[in-house]
């Protein structure tokens, strides 16, 4: 049986298999030859080449980049679809829909979208465009997204959440502006103007297809470089500077010079065109001088950024004068390009433009008569002798009633013999500081007065330091000054103490001291005691640098023994 089993298995298999030979024993003696045919082969061509579909490198694409459909926007949602299969796909098309029967008020989007054929191993590229009114809800769009194939080779859907606000308007706004001229001082016919300005987007929402363009009223102002700008968006907050440079003719009669600046947007309404002017017998500075304010939009939360610090603009004024004040203020910053062989870092940053604001506060807070306030910038050893000599000599004549003001931001230096300070002009360097201005000198000038109330203000340092470099650096020491001895009505207000360095305050574009000197008489319209305007200065000053620059720098004063018990209570005003 076991036999009989077995032979009919190889019987089937044998019948099965043409082509083939193989030998079969029959019983225990007979041997039978039987011939196998040819295997039976499967043709690939037989299975069928389907389709694979894929959805890959999916992308949310926003005008403002916050990842958010903002109200008034367009938006896309980008992918590619791949067919990784064998096989065509056919008659594609993309089904675009919100989960759930979703409905977001002022929210449009292309719904189909036809592809056609995909042949195998090939990628299409799909964009889906969003529309945003500005009536858009605050809302979570969740939208799904079906490739769908003609046989049903469809792709797995893609779904995507993205957040959806109402819109919210720019504000583009002229934030700050300022005239200089190449060299400073008053403008000069036929010689370059600049303009720099700072536009700002103030509002919530971005703001698109900007443009800014200058204009003249008088015929007689002349463009010299660009009069138009534009750029393709500001994000809110966002700041652009941009300089515009002309000059007047000799033909120009008008006692100022307005610049009509237009700004638009893609919107037509969220911009605001403005007129600012410069005085032609206005002292205007190399890098920076008069600046204008626009109104704010007191719902902005955004604060507005400026080319020129808070102590610039919003100077107090009195209607007061007195005759008997008179002010000599120096400001020295450019040494390099006095002498030859220094570089940039020599030069005293801001020292022009603490000069020029502290001389506008002179005049219009503490009521010194314009024409009795010398304002130098950049001074030669000449020059300061002659100012110096000038304004002791002016007050010698009214005596016992003068008051005198003497503001310095420069280079201070000490002979390295006998360590006596020198107030450093622009044509003198650390290798001929004895060809400076001798501190003791100043004073004694000043004290041969007779004046009732003599005020210092040393911006400066004596120790061979500065605010970036000083003009002792190459020696890498610092040399501490004598103590000078004040005789007269002498209060001395110093930057530093003796072995400190004077230092920038960059966020506000003038020296540390000056700018909370400035501040203070900003705040109180300058009636205040000469202790209590002490007492600020020294402690906002010797607190922030510590905070911006990390180093110490603590002021000082220094009064004459004829004002010992009384200087407390002088009135700057």
């Known amino acids: 049986m076991k036999t009989l089993l077995s032979f009919g298995?190889?019987?089937?298999?044998?019948?099965?298999?043409?082509?083939?030979?193989?030998?079969?024993?029959?019983?225990?003696?007979?041997?039978?030859?039987?011939?196998?045919?040819?295997?039976?082969?499967?043709?690939?061509?037989?299975?069928?080449?389907?389709?694979?579909?894929?959805?890959?490198?999916?992308?949310?694409?926003?005008?403002?980049?916050?990842?958010?459909?903002?109200?008034?926007?367009?938006?896309?949602?980008?992918?590619?679809?791949?067919n990784i299969g064998t096989g065509g796909a056919k008659n594609v098309i993309v089904n675009v829909s919100l989960k759930n029967n979703q409905i977001i008020k002022g929210l449009t989007f292309t719904k189909k979208i036809e592809i056609g054929n995909i042949p195998p191993n090939s990628v299409k590229d799909v964009?889906?465009?969003?529309?945003?009114?500005?009536?858009?809800?605050?809302?979570?769009?969740?939208?799904?997204?079906?490739?769908?194939?003609?046989?049903?080779?469809?792709?797995?859907?893609?779904?995507?959440?993205?957040a959806t606000?109402?819109?919210?308007?720019?504000?583009?706004?002229?934030?700050?502006?300022?005239?200089?001229?190449?060299?400073?001082?008053?403008?000069?016919?036929?010689?370059?103007?600049?303009?720099?300005?700072?536009?700002?987007?103030?509002?919530?929402?971005?703001?698109?297809?900007?443009?800014?363009?200058?204009?003249?009223?008088?015929?007689?102002?002349?463009?010299?470089?660009?009069?138009r700008y534009s750029f393709i968006s500001m994000k809110p907050g966002e700041t652009k500077e941009l300089d515009f440079a002309f000059l007047v003719t000799r033909k120009y009669?008008?006692?100022?010079?307005?610049?009509?600046?237009?700004?638009?947007?893609?919107?037509?309404?969220?911009s605001r065109d403005t007129t600012v002017s410069v005085k032609l017998d206005q002292d205007l500075l190399a890098q920076n001088s008069v600046s204008v304010t626009p109104v704010f939009t007191p719902e902005v939360t955004i604060e507005k950024q400026s080319l020129s610090s808070?102590?610039?603009?919003?100077?107090?004024?009195?209607?007061?004068?007195?005759?008997?004040?008179?002010?000599?203020?120096?400001?020295?910053?450019?040494?390099?390009?006095?002498?030859?062989?220094?570089?940039?870092?020599?030069?005293?940053?801001?020292?022009?433009?603490?000069?020029?604001?502290?001389?506008?506060?002179?005049v219009k807070t503490l009521g010194f008569p314009e024409d009795q306030v010398v304002l130098l910038t950049d001074a030669t050893t000449g020059q300061m002798n002659q100012k110096l000599e000038l304004i002791s000599k002016t007050c010698s004549k009214v005596g016992k009633d003068a008051e005198l003001l003497f503001y310095y931001a420069g280079h201070g230096l000490p002979d390295e013999v006998t360590h006596i300070p020198y107030l450093i002009p622009v044509d003198v360097n650390g290798t001929n500081v004895t060809l400076g201005i001798k501190l003791s000198d100043v004073y004694k000038k000043f004290s041969e007065t007779g004046a009732k109330k003599i005020?210092?203000?040393?911006?400066?340092?004596?120790?061979?330091?500065?605010?970036?470099?000083?003009?002792?650096?190459?020696?890498?020491?610092?040399?501490?000054?004598?103590?000078?001895?004040?005789?007269?009505?002498?209060?001395?207000?110093?930057?530093?103490n003796k072995d400190q360095s004077a230092l920038p305050y960059n966020k506000q574009k003038h020296g540390m001291f000056t700018y909370f000197l400035l501040k203070k008489l900003q705040e109180s319209k300058g009636n205040i005691t000469y202790q209590e305007f002490t007492d600020y200065v020294i402690k906002n000053v010797s607190k922030e640098s510590l905070v911006v620059n990390q180093k110490e720098q603590d002021p000082t004063v220094n009064v004459s023994p004829d004002v010992v018990s009384s200087w407390q209570t002088w009135k700057l005003k």
């Not at 889906?128 to 969740?142: F, H, K, V, W």
């Not at 009669?253 to 969220?270: D, N, R, W």
């Open 127 to 162: 964009s889906i465009p969003l529309r945003a009114g500005m009536d858009l809800a605050e809302s979570m769009a969740e939208f799904k997204i079906e490739v769908i194939e003609a046989e049903e080779y469809d792709a797995y859907p893609l779904e995507m959440r993205i």
């Open 253 to 270: 009669s008008e006692s100022s010079i307005p610049v009509q600046i237009k700004l638009t947007e893609s919107f037509g309404k969220y």
């Open 9 to 82: 298995l190889i019987a089937v298999f044998l019948a099965l298999s043409p082509g083939l030979e193989a030998q079969v024993i029959q019983g225990s003696s007979t041997v039978k030859k039987i011939k196998i045919g040819k295997p039976v082969v499967v043709s690939s061509r037989s299975v069928k080449a389907i389709p694979d579909l894929v959805i890959k490198n999916e992308v949310f694409n926003d005008v403002s980049g916050n990842n958010v459909i903002d109200g008034g926007e367009s938006a896309y949602i980008n992918f590619k679809i791949q």
């Open 455 to 496: 005020s210092i203000f040393l911006d400066a340092c004596f120790t061979g330091g500065g605010r970036e470099s000083g003009l002792l650096a190459a020696r890498s020491v610092k040399v501490k000054p004598t103590e000078e001895i004040l005789a007269g009505n002498f209060v001395v207000f110093s930057a530093t």
């Open 165 to 227: 606000q109402p819109f919210q308007p720019p504000n583009l706004v002229l934030a700050d502006a300022q005239f200089s001229t190449l060299t400073g001082g008053k403008i000069i016919k036929l010689s370059p103007i600049n303009l720099k300005v700072l536009v700002q987007n103030i509002g919530k929402g971005n703001a698109r297809d900007i443009t800014l363009s200058f204009n003249f009223t008088n015929p007689s102002c002349k463009y010299i470089d660009t009069t």
């Open 310 to 362: 808070d102590v610039d603009k919003n100077i107090p004024e009195t209607s007061q004068k007195n005759e008997n004040k008179f002010a000599l203020i120096i400001g020295n910053e450019e040494y390099a390009q006095k002498q030859s062989g220094l570089s940039t870092e020599i030069n005293v940053e801001y020292a022009r433009s603490d000069a020029a604001v502290f001389r506008d506060y002179v």
